[in-house]
């Protein structure tokens, strides 16, 4: 497992950006990179929903909620992973956590608050 580390959450007003990070510092890069890694979010009484996911390889998916708005990157050398979050709305405001999956094991961050409003 991975400890991941999240930041780059905050308060917003609709239609504005905001870019999470989210950090394996204990990572070795060879296992980092056979992770795929993904963005999920939650809201109060709400199960946690995928946001965008991105493989070892590059392919991303995404929820159709958030397509063409928020984009999902890795930098493997970094050992980082990076969700671009455009033309927010107030929907979007939730706890956004940082996954990594491998083998069917997964690893969570602590989480990030989103808070889209004006």
């Known amino acids: 497992q991975l400890m991941l580390v999240e930041s780059g959450g905050g308060l917003v007003q609709p239609g504005g950006s905001l870019r999470l990070s989210c950090a394996a510092p204990r990572a070795i890069f060879s296992v980092f990179t056979g992770y795929t890694m993904g963005w999920y979010r939650q809201t109060p009484g709400n199960q946690r929903e995928l946001v965008a996911t991105i493989t070892s390889g590059g392919t991303t998916h995404y929820a159709d909620s958030v397509k063409g708005r928020f984009a999902i990157s890795r930098n493997n050398s970094q050992k980082k992973i990076y969700l671009q979050m455009r033309s927010l709305k107030p929907e979007d405001t939730a706890t956004y956590y940082c996954?990594?999956?491998?083998?069917?094991?997964?690893?969570w961050g602590q989480g990030t608050q989103v808070t889209v409003s004006s």
């Open positions: 996954n990594a999956d491998r083998d069917g094991l997964s690893s």
